[in-house]
């Protein structure tokens, strides 16, 4: 079936500091969502893309929807604490009545004051 | 708050046993999606019901059936629990149309199977 390789795994970056996450599938997708999710709590929608080459923002969050659909980028700037958790990227073909999504195994995001 | 509810927040059961998950979606929202979290699997899809009909599977196991009722919330079932169960589980929802591909989660029960 479709995987996501999302990576880096893990990040740790000084308050302030840009970031940046990727990830790729070894097929295409029609869209791309970015989730954020916290300790105990659901993911949280961040950003979706639904075009090759689309540059979305979201406050200091952009992201990127490749022209090839098989990856996608999610860049924060200005990082703060609040930023700290776990960013899932996730790729879906169907809308609506029949769908679902695959999701990356997540990039956790630890912020030093 | 994505406006998606579920309950309960935990629950602790032993083997063997069956327990239910409950889902209330968005409001206007005909699609809901079952999710089981774990730390070795990540986000892994199991079902996806539309307007009371299941309409996608995934890797979902025999021992787990769900429904959606009229009034569109959803229960999962779970049964024969094995210590391999215990996860987190997601309820999503989302809408009609363009945006449909935007599930919105709640805030999971997380179930331990002791």
């Known amino acids: 079936g479709q995987q996501l390789n999302q990576s880096p795994q893990s990040m740790f970056i000084q308050e302030g500091e840009d970031v940046s996450m990727n990830c790729t599938s070894s097929?295409?997708?029609?869209?791309w969502l970015w989730y954020k999710q916290d300790p105990g709590e659901g993911p949280v929608l961040l950003i979706a893309l639904y075009k090759a080459g689309e540059l979305t923002s979201n406050g200091r969050l952009t992201a990127q929807f490749g022209i090839t659909r098989k990856d996608s980028f999610l860049n924060i700037s200005a990082s703060i604490p609040s930023d700290v958790g776990i960013y899932f990227c996730a790729g879906s073909n169907y809308g609506g009545s029949q769908g679902n999504l695959i999701f990356g195994k997540g990039t956790k995001l630890s912020v030093k004051p | 708050d994505s406006g998606v509810t579920q309950t309960p927040k935990h629950l602790i059961t032993a083997t063997g046993q069956r327990v239910t998950l409950r889902c209330s979606p968005r409001s206007g929202d005909l699609s809901v999606y079952w999710y089981q979290q774990s730390l070795d699997q990540g986000l892994q899809f199991l079902i996806q019901?539309?307007?009371?009909?299941?309409?996608a599977k995934g890797n979902i196991l025999e021992r787990f059936s769900a429904q959606q009722f009229p009034d569109l919330h959803s229960e999962l079932n779970l049964s024969s629990l094995e210590l391999g169960d215990s996860a987190l589980y997601f309820c999503a929802s989302s809408e009609q149309g363009h945006n449909s591909y935007e599930q919105y989660f709640g805030p999971g029960t997380r179930l331990t199977v002791t």
């Open positions: 019901y539309y307007n009371g009909e299941e309409r």
């Open positions: 097929s295409i997708f029609n869209t």
